[in-house]
Nanobody, 124 residues
Framework: QVQLVESGGGLVQAGGSLRLSCAAS????????MGWFRQAPGKEREFVAG????????YYVDSVEGRFTISRDNAKNTVYLQMNSLKPEDTAVYYC?????????????????WGQGTQVTVSS
């Protein structure tokens, strides 16, 4: 079974940056397409970004396009989310997830494995 562990969350002021990491173990990392999701209090879990198996294709929700960058290093079994120009509305628990679908899905139910999440808090 694939295990995913997120790290890098914390408290940052608006306009600042954070880099989240998700380390995978227990499977062949390069076989999985990866996604980042977030969930704020009282809201549904939201797709943030996705990346294909080789890293050649990336996908973003409109609200983070141009500010966030998803990447992966298959040699390190790690996927990253670089978050720049952070806004208070980015505050949420961020989760990484893995799927063997052909295209990174945007719906949480299509992902097979999930990390425990890391808190990101952006102050105004």
């Amino acid at each position: 079974q694939v295990q995913l562990v997120e790290s890098g969350g914390g408290l940052v002021q608006a306009g600042g940056s954070l880099r989240l990491s998700c380390a995978a173990s227990g499977g062949t990392f390069s076989n999985y397409q990866m996604g980042w999701f977030r969930q704020a209090p009282g809201k549904e879990r939201e797709f943030v970004a996705g990346i294909s198996r080789s890293g050649g294709n990336t996908y973003y929700v409109d609200s983070v396009e141009g500010r966030f960058t998803i990447s992966r290093d298959n040699a390190k079994n790690t996927v990253y989310l670089q978050m720049n120009s952070l806004k208070p509305e980015d505050t949420a628990v961020y989760y990484c997830a893995a799927t063997n679908s052909e295209v990174p899905p945007t719906t949480p139910r299509k992902y097979d494995y999930w990390g425990q999440g890391t808190q990101v808090t952006v102050s105004s």
